[in-house]
Structure formats: structure tokens, C-alpha cells
């Protein structure tokens, strides 16, 4: 049901606990890498691999919420199950906000981690995939030329050819012949799909430049 | 009319001489044992006597006369020598006894001559009588042969004069002022009198010179040297008499004072000596040991302490008999009297040492102090009972701290066990992993029930126990009760304890409350620090060999004039909580014998620290 490479990074200053949980997660098929503070396991973990993190919210030095702001600022994509102690709303409030995938109270009960660690092993996929396919594009982007790159946006706005060649200041032929380069270099064949790679590029609205 | 001079002052020395004698007669017969009176009153008498021969001599008509009366003077002469020494060996206490012995035995000697040679001693025979002007009368002086025998009456002179010396002269160096003075008096009247008398009665008798024999005057001389010296003693015994009389009024009302101040003293009071021996006690004391005087007058001091303490009690008593100065009695931890009805009263006890009498008293005042005892428990029972409350109080404020220490194990505990089950169901189970789960969750188990028990001693109203404890321990344990909560309030402890701490005697749930309280404090303090909040938490022995914890912290520090008022009771700067915390802390101390203050650090923040009496090495933790 998950990825054998992908893998659960458990950040707990307890040791009863970091022992209990590796335990758990290992016996339900996790490969699990466990850290006794935040502090490690910035400096060893490898952000690249498939994962996510089951965090403790209190922990001494770094806490949880500060790791949290510190992997968002590196654009980690690890998603974090953050466990705490005690009912703390504002705390979960915040960490929810800034996109923790669960948000856990100590005791928690097996099926509820491994369900929060599943979806978040998910989201993580879900999240690679996407930036898998936005690095795929990017490098396609790359390969177009400036005036290229300058019709492709105006097309996914919905442009026409004569309305791009207007805006462009030159003829409607010059303009048919970029849109054959560029749709070829990217790999679409209809404007439909040139639009949809706008959209995963993150493009297609007006540029702010 | 003719009046004869001789006659007159003769009869007069006579008379009084007989006067004198008769005194110390009447002395004499009041105190039998004053020997030296009788012998005076002897001496005296044999004076008069003589006087009367004398008077005979000179008025002597014939040389038969003459002769006949010398004769018979030598009786009174004899007497008066022999009581003369015997009046020096009774009253001056000295002399040699061979030099007396030989003075009387060669003067009887001389008597007995006297008797059966010649007319007399002195002379072979009187051929004549030579008259010459005495005071206006014609007296008698002989002519004629000396006795040969007259020599032995010489020596007994001498061996007087030797013994009189030799015993005025061992008087005067027994050094002190009346033996000096009677040496003087006596001793020096008898010598210069007898010498004088004697030299010139034999100048006289041997014809050197020619004048009539006149000695009586000389023997009054002695007999006044004497007489005034035994009246000194007598008016000196009077003096002595009625200064006696004056001490012992003085002695008798200053007792009675004494029993007086005694019995009204507030305290009960005893007097006993060296040996236990109680012979005098107040009101007080009847009430205090339910005894009454009659029973406690001449019973011994060991009868009224507590029977397991009786031996080092006359332990005490003997050290303390070797020893005489005031001081306060202790031995073991408490005092205690015990009363008639064998319960026990706590008591403070001084002793007295009584100067002067024999055998040495010692005045011994006991003070009730259970009426103090009783009031210094329910200080102490109060104390325990608000240190309990705000204990509690404080506990509410680290209520989720201590939720966090309860959480932990358990869960721990549920995802161990959860583990297990998944491992359990596989096929074939992981007995092996299991095993070492189960003793993780045994290992869980136990720390959430120290836990829990840590909470329950904290809640519970118990009796202080002293236990011998290791601060930093008691240090350890609290920064773990305070484990989450100083996490949640972003502060970072930083921990020095001195390692091989000596011991402190003390309530270890007590002393933990000193610490969380004075860790919150510190909480407090560094609030608004934020990332730079820091506490350091030490421990040390001080110069002074006592334990002692510190608790500093970056804050910013406590204003000069708020040092001291800070422990005063509702004087708070915190919003919540009502002041009592440092008041309690410092109170919990001071019944622990230690102290705890507060200082400002000298960079910054302040240090609450607090020190306890190390117990002696050697004892064992509990």
C-alpha cells in the first residue's frame, strides 16, 4: 500500500516514546528513522526521499512549530503529523495553518497515526508527483525562445493569432510560425493542452513583471 | 599628820595587782578553760604578796630581821617566776619546754637553798643594815657575807630570761599582727622588767651599789604589761562576740530573704547540693511535680526526671558538681520533669552555683515550657497546613505540566502495546520483540506511578517527615515535575550540581515545593525574555560547610527595595497567585534551620538561593 522507498521521520524528545512509536509504525510496514530533537534531524534527514514526519509538538531548543516554519522555508515536502501532549486549539490551529496534515493527541490509538501517517505519505506523493511534473515543464518552458515564452503565455490567456500579432507588433504568419515551434518543443499538439501545462506551470495569468 | 609614801604606793601596787587578779579570776570561772586568767590571777596574787615582803624588808629594824624576810620573799618570787613561765607557754602557745622545765627546776632550786643555807639564798649572813632616803622615808638595805649558793638563783634568772627570749622570739616570726604585738607587749614587758628588777637586786644584794632593794614595782609592771594584754583579749573577744551576734542576725535575715525571693519566684525552685540532695523548694516546684515540700525536701534530684534518663542525668550532676558555673542544663534533645503521677512536662532548666557555702549548692530554676511547646506545635501545624494549601494552589498552576508527566507513559505505554498486537498477529508471531515491548511498558508503567505518586504526596496533608535527603536529587525531581512546562514557556535550564553533596535532614515534599515554587518564580521572571529565557539551577556546600541551592535567572532582576519584601506575606507582582509563595518557601526553610534570600546577579536578573545544614558524614540516604 506505500512505496517501500518512502519514510517515516519520528521527531520525539522522549525515548520511551521514539522507541514506542518506531515500534508501532515498523510492526504496521513503515521504514521509520526516528530523531530525539529537531536539531538532528534537520542536519540528517534527507528531503529529497519519500516521507513525512510524526513531530512532538513540546520539545525542548526547536519546537515543533518552529521546525515546521523552518522545513516550509527550505520548500520541504514533507508533511508533518504533529502528536502533542494536550488539546492545545491554538497551537493545532496554527500548525493546521500552516499546512500540517494532522494534527494527533497523546495517547493516540494506532489506527488514527497510521491512517494520519497513510495520508500523509499521500499527500506527500500526491506532492512530489506535482512538482515532479512542474520541474517536467519548467525544463520545457526552458527550452523556448523569449519571444516564444511570450507567445506561449499570451496563447493560454486565450488570445488569437491576430491579437498576439497586434500585441507583438508584427505579422499574423510570424506569429503561426512560433506557435508550431513552441508547441512542438512542449509537446502539445492542441490548445487545450497548452493551456493545462500553463496551468501546472503556474502560469496563464497576466504576468506581473 | 606624817603620811608614809611607801607604805601608800606599796599597799596600792598590792591592792592592785589583787584587783587585776581577782578580774581574771571572775574570767577564769565564767571560761574554765582560759588557763592563761588563772595563772595571771596567780601571778598577780604572788605580786601582792611580794609587795608585802618587800615592804617588810625595807622597813626592817635588825639585820636578823632583815635576813628572815628575804628569806620568806623568795616564796612569792619562786611563785612569780614559775607562773610566769607558765603564763608565756599558755599564752603565747611557743617555747621551748626544756628551757621552761629547767627555768622552774632551777628556781625551786634555788628555794630549797634558800631554805637550808645561809640566812637566804643571797646571803652567808646580814652583819648590818645601811639606811638611806626612800620617797621621803628611811629604808633598809644589808650589809654583809654573800651565799655562795646565790649562783643558782642567778642561773635560774638567766635560764628565765633565756626562755622568755627564745618564746617571744618565736612568736614574733609567726609574722601576724597580734602575735607580733603580744611578743612586744608581754614578752618585751617581762624581759625588761625581769632583766631590770633581777640586775638590780643583784647589783644591790653583791654590794656593788648601795641602794635599798626595790623590785615590787618592777613585778606590777609586768603584772599591768599582762593585764592589759589579757584585757585586749577580752575586749577583743567582746567585739568578736558582737559582730558574731551581728552576722548571725544578718545571716538569719538574709536567709530568710533568700527563702522569701525563692518562694516568690515565678519559676519553680529548688536547692540542692552537690550530691542531688534537694534541701529547699518553692510553691512553684510542689505544683510543677505534683509533690508536696515535706516529700521533696531530702529527696534526691533524680527522682524527679524521667526514669530513661536518670543515669546521664547524675552523669550531668557530677560534671557539673566538677565544673561550678551558672548555665543553662542540657543533655539529650529535651528536658523533661516528671511528676508525681508520672506524666512528663517539658521544662527549661538553669543551674546556679550558690558561692561560698559548703557543701557547694547549687540553686536550680525550672521553667514549665509546655505551655511554649504547645504553642510552637501549633505554629508549626499552621505552617504545614498553609504550606499544604498553597502547595496545592501551586500545583492547579502546573496542573498541565503534570497532566504532560501522567501522559507520557501512557502514551508510551498504548503505542508499545498496539506495537505488540500487530507484531503478535503476524505470522509467526515476534515473540522475541514482544518480550522487550512488555518490559517497556512495565519500565512505562512504573514511571507513570512515580508520577502519580509524586502528585499524591504533593496533594496529601501529611505529617512533616524529616528523611536525610540529597538536595540536588530533590533538585532533579522537581526540574522533571517541570519538565513540560518549562518547555511550554520557551524556558532553558541549565543545571551545575556539586558532585558528593553532604546530606540535609528535611521534608522531602516540602523542600520540593520550595523548589518548583522557586522555579516558577524564575518562570516568571524570565517571561518576557523570550528566546533568552534561561534559568541556572546549582548547587554547592558554602564555606560555612552547609548545602546550598541557586536558582538565577536573566530576568530583569529585583528593584533594591523589594529584596527583603519580596518573602513578606501578599506582596506580589504577578497577576495571579496571592503572594503567599516566597513567604511559605522562606518559612519551610526556616523551620528546616536554614535560610533562603534573594540577590541581584551582577549582570543581570536575580538568584533566589537557599542553604540547609549539612547532616554530619557517614549517614545513610533513606
Same mark, same amino acid.
Given at each position: 500500500?506505500?512505496?517501500?522507498?518512502?519514510?517515516?521521520?519520528?521527531?520525539?524528545?522522549?525515548?520511551?516514546?521514539?522507541?514506542?512509536?518506531?515500534?508501532?509504525?515498523?510492526?504496521?510496514?513503515?521504514?521509520?528513522?526516528?530523531?530525539?530533537?529537531?536539531?538532528?534531524?534537520?542536519?540528517?534527514?534527507?528531503?529529497?526521499?519519500?516521507?513525512?514526519?510524526?513531530?512532538?509538538?513540546?520539545?525542548?531548543?526547536?519546537?515543533?512549530?518552529?521546525?515546521?516554519h523552518?522545513?516550509?522555508?527550505?520548500?520541504?515536502?514533507?508533511?508533518?503529523?504533529?502528536?502533542?501532549?494536550?488539546?492545545?486549539?491554538?497551537?493545532?490551529?496554527? $500548525?493546521?495553518?500552516?499546512?500540517?496534515?494532522?494534527?494527533?493527541?497523546?495517547?493516540?490509538?494506532?489506527?488514527?497515526?497510521?491512517?494520519?501517517?497513510?495520508?500523509?505519505?499521500?499527500?506527500?506523493?500526491?506532492?512530489?508527483?506535482?512538482?515532479?511534473?512542474?520541474?517536467?515543464?519548467?525544463?520545457?518552458?526552458?527550452?523556448?525562445?523569449?519571444?516564444?515564452?511570450?507567445?506561449?503565455?499570451?496563447?493560454?490567456?486565450?488570445?488569437?493569432?491576430?491579437?498576439i500579432?497586434?500585441?507583438?507588433?508584427?505579422?499574423?504568419?510570424?506569429?503561426?510560425?512560433?506557435?508550431?515551434?513552441?508547441?512542438?518543443?512542449?509537446?502539445?499538439?492542441?490548445?487545450?493542452?497548452?493551456?493545462?501545462?500553463?496551468?501546472?506551470?503556474?502560469?496563464?495569468?497576466?504576468?506581473?513583471? | 599628820?606624817?603620811?608614809?609614801?611607801?607604805?601608800?604606793?606599796?599597799?596600792?601596787?598590792?591592792?592592785?595587782?589583787?584587783?587585776?587578779?581577782?578580774?581574771?579570776?571572775?574570767?577564769?570561772?565564767?571560761?574554765?578553760?582560759?588557763?592563761?586568767?588563772?595563772?595571771?590571777?596567780?601571778?598577780?596574787?604572788?605580786?601582792?604578796?611580794?609587795?608585802?615582803?618587800?615592804l617588810?624588808?625595807?622597813?626592817?629594824?635588825?639585820?636578823?630581821?632583815?635576813?628572815?624576810?628575804?628569806?620568806?620573799?623568795?616564796?612569792?618570787?619562786?611563785?612569780?617566776?614559775?607562773?610566769?613561765?607558765?603564763?608565756?607557754?599558755?599564752?603565747?602557745?611557743?617555747?621551748?619546754?626544756?628551757?621552761a622545765?629547767?627555768?622552774?627546776?632551777?628556781?625551786?632550786?634555788?628555794?630549797?637553798?634558800?631554805?637550808?643555807?645561809g640566812?637566804?639564798?643571797?646571803?652567808?649572813?646580814?652583819?648590818?643594815?645601811?639606811?638611806?632616803?626612800?620617797?621621803?622615808?628611811?629604808?633598809?638595805?644589808?650589809?654583809g657575807?654573800?651565799?655562795?649558793?646565790?649562783?643558782?638563783?642567778?642561773?635560774?634568772?638567766?635560764?628565765?630570761?633565756?626562755?622568755?627570749?627564745?618564746?617571744?622570739?618565736?612568736?614574733?616570726?609567726?609574722?601576724?599582727?597580734?602575735?607580733?604585738?603580744?611578743?612586744?607587749?608581754?614578752?618585751?614587758?617581762?624581759?625588761?622588767?625581769?632583766?631590770?628588777?633581777?640586775?638590780?637586786a643583784?647589783?644591790?644584794?653583791?654590794?656593788?651599789?648601795?641602794?635599798?632593794?626595790?623590785?615590787?614595782?618592777?613585778f606590777?609592771?609586768?603584772?599591768?604589761?599582762?593585764?592589759y594584754?589579757?584585757?585586749?583579749?577580752?575586749?577583743?573577744?567582746?567585739?568578736?562576740?558582737?559582730?558574731?551576734?551581728?552576722?548571725?542576725?544578718?545571716?538569719?535575715?538574709?536567709?530568710?530573704?533568700?527563702?522569701?525571693v525563692?518562694?516568690?519566684?515565678?519559676?519553680?525552685?529548688?536547692?540542692?547540693?552537690?550530691r542531688?540532695?534537694?534541701?529547699?523548694?518553692?510553691?512553684?516546684?510542689?505544683?510543677?511535680?505534683?509533690?508536696?515540700?515535706?516529700?521533696?525536701?531530702?529527696?534526691?534530684?533524680?527522682?524527679?526526671?524521667?526514669?530513661?534518663?536518670?543515669?546521664?542525668?547524675?552523669?550531668?550532676?557530677?560534671?557539673?558538681?566538677?565544673?561550678?558555673r551558672?548555665?543553662?542544663?542540657?543533655?539529650?534533645?529535651?528536658?523533661?520533669?516528671?511528676?508525681?503521677?508520672?506524666?512528663?512536662?517539658?521544662?527549661?532548666?538553669?543551674?546556679?552555683?550558690?558561692?561560698?557555702?559548703?557543701?557547694?549548692?547549687?540553686?536550680?530554676?525550672?521553667?514549665?515550657?509546655?505551655?511554649?511547646?504547645?504553642?510552637?506545635?501549633? $505554629?508549626a501545624?499552621?505552617?504545614?497546613?498553609?504550606?499544604?494549601?498553597?502547595?496545592? $494552589?501551586?500545583?492547579?498552576?502546573?496542573?498541565?505540566?503534570?497532566?504532560h508527566?501522567?501522559?507520557?507513559?501512557?502514551?508510551?505505554?498504548?503505542?508499545?502495546?498496539?506495537?505488540?498486537?500487530?507484531?503478535?498477529?503476524?505470522?509467526?508471531?515476534?515473540?522475541? $520483540?514482544?518480550?522487550?515491548?512488555?518490559?517497556?511498558?512495565?519500565?512505562?508503567?512504573?514511571?507513570?506511578?512515580?508520577v502519580?505518586?509524586?502528585?499524591?504526596?504533593?496533594?496529601?496533608?501529611?505529617?512533616?517527615?524529616?528523611?536525610?535527603?540529597?538536595?540536588?536529587?530533590?533538585?532533579?525531581?522537581?526540574?522533571?515535575?517541570?519538565?513540560?512546562?518549562?518547555?511550554?514557556?520557551?524556558?532553558?535550564?541549565?543545571?551545575?550540581?556539586?558532585?558528593?553533596?553532604?546530606?540535609?535532614?528535611?521534608?522531602?515534599?516540602?523542600?520540593?515545593?520550595?523548589?518548583?515554587?522557586?522555579?516558577?518564580?524564575?518562570?516568571?521572571?524570565?517571561?518576557?525574555?523570550?528566546?533568552?529565557?534561561?534559568?541556572?539551577?546549582?548547587?554547592?556546600?558554602?564555606?560555612?560547610?552547609?548545602?546550598?541551592?541557586?536558582?538565577?535567572?536573566?530576568?530583569?532582576?529585583?528593584?533594591?527595595?523589594?529584596?527583603?519584601?519580596?518573602?513578606?506575606?501578599?506582596?506580589?507582582?504577578?497577576?495571579?497567585?496571592?503572594?503567599?509563595?516566597?513567604?511559605?518557601?522562606?518559612?519551610?526553610?526556616?523551620?528546616?534551620?536554614?535560610?533562603?534570600?534573594?540577590?541581584?546577579?551582577?549582570?543581570?536578573?536575580?538568584?533566589?538561593?537557599?542553604e540547609?545544614?549539612?547532616?554530619?558524614?557517614?549517614?545513610?540516604?533513606?
Amino acid at each position: 500500500m506505500t512505496e517501500p522507498s518512502a519514510t517515516v521521520y519520528v521527531v520525539d524528545d522522549e525515548p520511551d516514546m521514539l522507541k514506542a512509536l518506531e515500534r508501532l509504525l515498523g510492526a504496521a510496514g513503515f521504514s521509520v528513522q526516528t530523531f530525539p530533537s529537531p536539531e538532528q534531524f534537520l542536519a540528517r534527514h534527507d528531503d529529497t526521499a519519500p516521507g513525512c514526519i510524526v513531530l512532538d509538538l513540546a520539545l525542548p531548543g526547536l519546537n515543533g512549530l518552529e521546525l515546521q516554519h523552518a522545513l516550509q522555508a527550505q520548500g520541504s515536502a514533507l508533511p508533518i503529523v504533529f502528536l502533542t501532549g494536550r488539546g492545545d486549539i491554538a497551537a493545532s490551529v496554527r $500548525a493546521m495553518k500552516l499546512g500540517a496534515a494532522d494534527f494527533l493527541t497523546k495517547p493516540v490509538d494506532a489506527d488514527e497515526l497510521i491512517a494520519a501517517v497513510d495520508a500523509a505519505l499521500e499527500r506527500n506523493r500526491e506532492r512530489r508527483a506535482e512538482r515532479a511534473e512542474k520541474h517536467l515543464v519548467a525544463i520545457r518552458l526552458a527550452a523556448l525562445t523569449a519571444r516564444e515564452r511570450e507567445v506561449f503565455e499570451l496563447i493560454a490567456q486565450g488570445r488569437l493569432n491576430k491579437q498576439i500579432a497586434a500585441e507583438c507588433g508584427t505579422v499574423e504568419k510570424t506569429i503561426k510560425f512560433h506557435r508550431a515551434n513552441l508547441m512542438r518543443k512542449l509537446g502539445v499538439r492542441t490548445v487545450a493542452d497548452l493551456v493545462r501545462l500553463a496551468e501546472r506551470a503556474g502560469s496563464g495569468k497576466p504576468r506581473s513583471d | 599628820m606624817h603620811t608614809n609614801w611607801i607604805h601608800l604606793v606599796w599597799a596600792m601596787m598590792a591592792a592592785a595587782s589583787l584587783t587585776l587578779g581577782i578580774v581574771h579570776l571572775v574570767v577564769w570561772f565564767k571560761q574554765r578553760t582560759h588557763h592563761a586568767n588563772l595563772t595571771f590571777f596567780a601571778l598577780a596574787s604572788s605580786v601582792a604578796v611580794f609587795s608585802g615582803f618587800e615592804l617588810a624588808m625595807v622597813g626592817a629594824q635588825t639585820p636578823a630581821e632583815f635576813a628572815l624576810w628575804l628569806r620568806w620573799a623568795h616564796v612569792p618570787i619562786a611563785a612569780i617566776v614559775v607562773l610566769i613561765v607558765v603564763f608565756v607557754r599558755l599564752y603565747f602557745g611557743v617555747g621551748r619546754l626544756w628551757l621552761a622545765w629547767a627555768a622552774v627546776g632551777s628556781r625551786l632550786l634555788a628555794v630549797l637553798l634558800n631554805f637550808t643555807t645561809g640566812v637566804n639564798v643571797n646571803f652567808q649572813e646580814v652583819t648590818g643594815l645601811q639606811h638611806s632616803r626612800f620617797l621621803g622615808e628611811v629604808v633598809s638595805s644589808p650589809i654583809g657575807t654573800l651565799n655562795a649558793w646565790q649562783i643558782v638563783a642567778q642561773i635560774a634568772n638567766l635560764l628565765l630570761v633565756a626562755f622568755v627570749v627564745d618564746a617571744s622570739v618565736t612568736l614574733w616570726r609567726l609574722g601576724d599582727p597580734v602575735s607580733r604585738r603580744r611578743a612586744a607587749v608581754v614578752g618585751g614587758g617581762i624581759l625588761a622588767c625581769v632583766v631590770l628588777v633581777i640586775g638590780f637586786a643583784v647589783l644591790i644584794l653583791s654590794g656593788a651599789v648601795r641602794a635599798p632593794t626595790i623590785m615590787a614595782p618592777g613585778f606590777f609592771i609586768v603584772v599591768v604589761a599582762m593585764g592589759y594584754e589579757l584585757s585586749w583579749d577580752l575586749f577583743v573577744a567582746q567585739r568578736t562576740a558582737a559582730q558574731l551576734r551581728y552576722s548571725e542576725a544578718e545571716l538569719q535575715s538574709s536567709g530568710e530573704r533568700f527563702r522569701a525571693v525563692v518562694e516568690a519566684a515565678p519559676n519553680a525552685m529548688l536547692l540542692v547540693d552537690v550530691r542531688g540532695q534537694v534541701s529547699l523548694a518553692n510553691a512553684q516546684a510542689e505544683t510543677l511535680f505534683g509533690l508536696s515540700r515535706d516529700v521533696l525536701v531530702g529527696s534526691t534530684v533524680e527522682r524527679l526526671v524521667p526514669e530513661r534518663v536518670r543515669s546521664s542525668h547524675e552523669a550531668y550532676r557530677r560534671g557539673f558538681a566538677a565544673e561550678l558555673r551558672p548555665r543553662a542544663m542540657g543533655f539529650g534533645r529535651d528536658t523533661h520533669a516528671l511528676r508525681r503521677d508520672g506524666s512528663e512536662v517539658p521544662v527549661e532548666v538553669f543551674l546556679t552555683p550558690m558561692r561560698g557555702a559548703e557543701p557547694s549548692m547549687i540553686l536550680v530554676s525550672i521553667i514549665d515550657i509546655s505551655e511554649r511547646r504547645l504553642n510552637e506545635r501549633r $505554629a508549626a501545624t499552621q505552617r504545614d497546613e498553609i504550606a499544604h494549601l498553597s502547595r496545592v $494552589a501551586m500545583l492547579g498552576e502546573l496542573s498541565g505540566s503534570l497532566a504532560h508527566e501522567l501522559n507520557q507513559p501512557l502514551a508510551a505505554i498504548l503505542s508499545n502495546a498496539q506495537a505488540a498486537q500487530r507484531l503478535l498477529a503476524r505470522d509467526p508471531p515476534q515473540i522475541q $520483540a514482544v518480550t522487550e515491548i512488555l518490559a517497556d511498558i512495565v519500565a512505562s508503567d512504573r514511571r507513570a506511578g512515580a508520577v502519580i505518586e509524586r502528585l499524591r504526596s504533593m496533594l496529601r496533608k501529611e505529617d512533616v517527615k524529616h528523611a536525610l535527603l540529597d538536595l540536588n536529587h530533590v533538585a532533579e525531581e522537581s526540574l522533571r515535575l517541570m519538565h513540560s512546562d518549562l518547555l511550554d514557556r520557551r524556558v532553558s535550564v541549565n543545571t551545575s550540581f556539586a558532585r558528593n553533596l553532604p546530606s540535609v535532614s528535611g521534608d522531602r515534599v516540602q523542600l520540593q515545593q520550595v523548589m518548583l515554587n522557586l522555579l516558577i518564580n524564575g518562570c516568571d521572571a524570565v517571561a518576557g525574555r523570550g528566546r533568552e529565557a534561561r534559568l541556572q539551577v546549582s548547587s554547592r556546600v558554602t564555606e560555612r560547610g552547609s548545602v546550598a541551592i541557586a536558582i538565577a535567572d536573566n530576568g530583569d532582576g529585583i528593584a533594591p527595595q523589594d529584596i527583603e519584601r519580596i518573602f513578606e506575606p501578599f506582596v506580589t507582582s504577578k497577576s495571579h497567585g496571592i503572594g503567599l509563595g516566597l513567604a511559605i518557601c522562606r518559612s519551610i526553610i526556616e523551620a528546616h534551620g536554614g535560610r533562603l534570600w534573594a540577590s541581584n546577579n551582577a549582570s543581570r536578573g536575580a538568584t533566589m538561593q537557599f542553604e540547609l545544614p549539612a547532616e554530619p558524614a557517614g549517614s545513610e540516604h533513606d
